[in-house]
């Protein structure tokens, strides 16, 4: 009866833990370009991060940005900073907004939005080549951006 009592409030604690709420892109707070809050309360996950930074179809960043950790990628581009010690450079909530954002922090970046779904020109659908419908949405989710900083915050010099 008490593993039963004790598994019961373990459910209880556990059911009792608010989840915290994404933060939608038109709901993002940056304080001179960083995001101090996380976006979705959960931790990022540093190998699905690497994953999005090296994904041609996901985040894409090797097609800009250098990353020696990721040499088995091909056609890295030039165009921005190499990645190297990025965890160095930026603290978490710098990266976190870079990544939202850039454009908040370095005002003429080429960098693309990556969570972002509003005050668009002419928005595609993300790397599909297509124009945005009604179903169009940041190009990385939330936990998407979470998983790149926690990543770069690993790349350290």
Known sequence: MK???TAAGVAALL???????????TNVSFEDGA???SLTGT???PAEGRDIVGNKKKGNCVACHQVSDLAEIPFHGEIGPMLD????????AELRGIVANAKVMFEDSMMPSFYK????IRPG?????EAADDTFGPILTAQQIEDVVAYLA???D
Do not use: C, M, Q
């Open 117 to 120: 779904t509003e005050g668009f």
């Open 154 to 156: 690993t790349l350290k």
């Open 3 to 5: 593993i039963l009592g």
């Open 125 to 129: 659908n993300a790397y599909t080549g």
């Open 15 to 25: 059911a009792s833990v608010a989840v915290a709420e994404i933060i939608e892109p």
């Open 35 to 37: 995001i101090a809050t």
């Open 85 to 92: 010690g990025a965890g160095d450079r930026w603290s978490e």
């Open 43 to 45: 931790p990022g996950d």
